[in-house]
T-cell receptor, first 112, second 109 residues
Framework: IAGITQAPTSQILAAGRRMTLRCTQD?????MYWYRQDLGLGLRLIHYSNTAGTTGKGEVPDGYSVSRANTDDFPLTLASAVPSQTSVYFCASSARVNQPQHFGDGTRLSIL | GQNIDQPTEMTATEGAIVQINCTYQTSGFNGLFWYQQHAGEAPTFLSY??LDGLEEKGRFSSFLSRSKGYSYLLLKELQMKDSASYLC??????????WGAGTKLIIKP
């Protein structure tokens, strides 16, 4: 089934640890995005990639990094996790930057 | 600054009609999106407006007024499964989505 796959589904992590959230899409979409969703707030863009080989910073990039080595994969890395990074993380993709975004099922991350 | 405003919560009755309003301020404008998000799930795309007017898609319709910075989502013949959060998002000049906090819609029998 075509779509976006995120892994892991959920994770509990000790503060200071490094963590990579995985995101893979099989729709050959050019653009990919990482958001975090916190209670009472709208989705906030962390990083984005308009096409393979390029990345950009969103609204809340500090403490996160991404890479886009190919069209399908867009991993998000927390270099040294802090409790304020406790959130639900969604990966999304769109065929082009001005097209609707389609979301993965999310990763629920708790930093203790 | 960029901002999206929508009501926090609304309640409606099964079978009725409900209108969820959204006002937006974005740096440039490349369209207005509506998404549905059930509790614990991912957002799913509902509609996209870039020109003024009403777009109808089954029981759901979305309206845009660019001069007023205003949109609404209209849900007809409400069903219990429509209980969800509805997210309004404006696309800015950099093609990035600015999201509202969402409107939680509660449907009562």
């Amino acid at each position: 089934i075509a779509g976006i796959t995120q892994a892991p589904t959920s994770q509990i992590l000790a503060a200071g640890r490094r963590m990579t959230l995985r995101c893979t899409q099989d729709m050959r979409h050019n653009a990919m995005y990482w958001y975090r969703q916190d209670l009472g707030l709208g989705l906030r863009l962390i990083h984005y990639s308009n096409t393979a080989g390029t990345t950009g910073k969103g609204e809340v990039p500090d403490g996160y990094s991404v890479s886009r080595a190919n069209t399908d994969d867009f991993p998000l890395t927390l270099a040294s996790a802090v409790p304020s990074q406790t959130s639900v993380y969604f990966c999304a993709s769109s065929a082009r930057v001005n097209q609707p975004q389609h979301f993965g099922d999310g990763t629920r991350l708790s930093i203790l | 600054g960029q901002n999206i405003d929508q009501p926090t919560e609304m309640t409606a009755t099964e079978g009725a009609i409900v209108q969820i309003n959204c006002t937006y301020q974005t740096s440039g404008f490349n369209g207005l999106f509506w998404y549905q998000q059930h509790a614990g799930e991912a957002p799913t795309f509902l509609s996209y407006n870039v020109l003024d007017g009403l777009e109808e898609k089954g029981r759901f319709s979305s309206f845009l007024s660019r001069s007023k910075g205003y949109s609404y989502l209209l849900l007809k013949e409400l069903q219990m499964k429509d209980s969800a959060s509805y997210l309004c998002a404006g696309m800015d000049s950099n093609y990035q989505l600015i999201w509202g906090a969402g409107t939680k819609l509660i449907i009562k029998p």
